[in-house]
């Protein structure tokens, strides 16, 4: 007989569920969210697990990872199908989601997640970490803005990042009060730009070491931060079988509703990374506004912009960028750029 569980992973328990094939509980039990103490309870049961289900999050990456290196058929599964089976619950509990999750790992109704490589988690972190210094920066900014206004202090227009605070000490210098106040937001701001410049420096010293980054930064708009971005997104391109398909993952193709006599296509369906289609629609803008090298991508762009108007192009072009990225990193080749005479 076959034997399926399901895992609710916390921060500090795990709610373990084991079922038979034919659904029954055979036990289950709560343990410290730890490898060694999960497979020790497991073993304890004296049968094999033919599978074993976790919901995706933070913690269960790392589980993920140790539990299949000591033999368990582990794998992450989608949280969002998940969630049409837990709401229906009257009573949701840790014991109820791991009696859940081992109920879906038996009737095979999951979705597996690709679970991203040790390299490709770093470098997410890098991104991640240098992303929240560079808001963190601007709000103090803004707040900066904001509360030299309420007295009459106009710190508005375009100023470069190394004259703002020079600029806002000396807007405030006849009010020495206000002075006091604002100095250490300019301190606090200085150490977050000193901190953000050395992950920059971790990031474009890392794309300078990689091949892959090198051949997508030869296509036109993208550039280290959109090829590193997307290599650790997508980590492993033989999960897609057609380039394509990559569009869809990101959430770049439209919704559609199909039913009865009603078909109507929507807005697209923003599945995926947020991070990847921002940075892909940065990139798109900046191949049909502020390129000036002609490529059949960005002719075909602008001539889209004419007929359909500017902003559906850019999105039309960011899902050619990601098909077009996973094409050159599948085949090792590069951008061709073309001619535009021959054209």
């Known amino acids: 007989m076959k034997y399926f569980a399901g895992l609710d992973v916390s921060l500090n328990a795990t709610a373990i569920c084991v079922v038979d094939e034919q659904g029954g509980i055979l036990k289950e039990g709560s343990v410290p969210s730890e490898p060694d103490e999960i497979m020790t309870w497991l073993c304890s049961l004296g049968v094999t697990i033919s599978r074993a289900g976790l919901e995706i999050g933070g913690l269960s990456r790392w589980l993920y990872g140790e539990l299949r290196a000591v033999g368990l058929h582990a794998f992450c599964i989608d949280a969002r199908k998940l969630r049409a089976t837990t709401k229906t619950m009257p009573v949701k509990s840790d014991r109820n989601d791991a009696r859940a999750i081992a109920q879906v790992m038996r009737v095979g109704w999951y979705s597996i997640v690709h679970v991203k490589s040790q390299k490709s988690q770093e470098m997410r972190m890098l991104l ?19 509360t030299l206004r309420v007295f009459g202090v106009k710190l508005s227009g375009r100023i470069s990042q190394a004259n703002f605070e020079r600029i806002a000490l000396e807007l405030v210098a006849p009010l020495p009060r206000l002075e006091v106040m604002i100095r250490p937001m300019l301190i606090a701001r200085a150490a977050l730009r000193e901190q953000y410049a050395v992950l920059h420096k971790m990031l474009l010293q890392s794309v300078r070491e990689d091949e892959t980054c090198r051949r997508l930064m030869t296509i036109p708009g993208v550039g280290a931060l959109t090829a590193v971005t997307f290599i650790t997104t997508i980590d492993d391109p033989d999960r897609f079988q057609k380039s394509r398909d990559v569009g869809a993952h990101l959430g770049m193709t439209p919704r559609k509703y199909a039913s009865g006599e009603v078909d109507r296509n929507g807005g697209i369906s923003k599945c995926g990374d947020a991070s990847m289609r921002t940075t892909l629609y940065q990139a798109s803008l900046a191949l049909l506004c502020r390129s000036q090298r002609w490529s059949k991508l960005r002719a075909w762009g602008m001539a889209l912009a004419k007929r359909r108007g500017l902003r559906r ?18 085949d090792g080749t590069e951008f061709k750029w073309g001619n535009e005479i021959a054209a």
């Open 313 to 330: 192009a850019i999105v039309a072009v960011a899902r050619k960028l990601a098909v077009l990225m996973h094409r050159v990193w599948a």
């Open 128 to 146: 991640t970490n240098r992303r929240t210094l560079l808001i963190k920066q601007i709000d103090i900014e803004n707040e900066i803005r904001g």
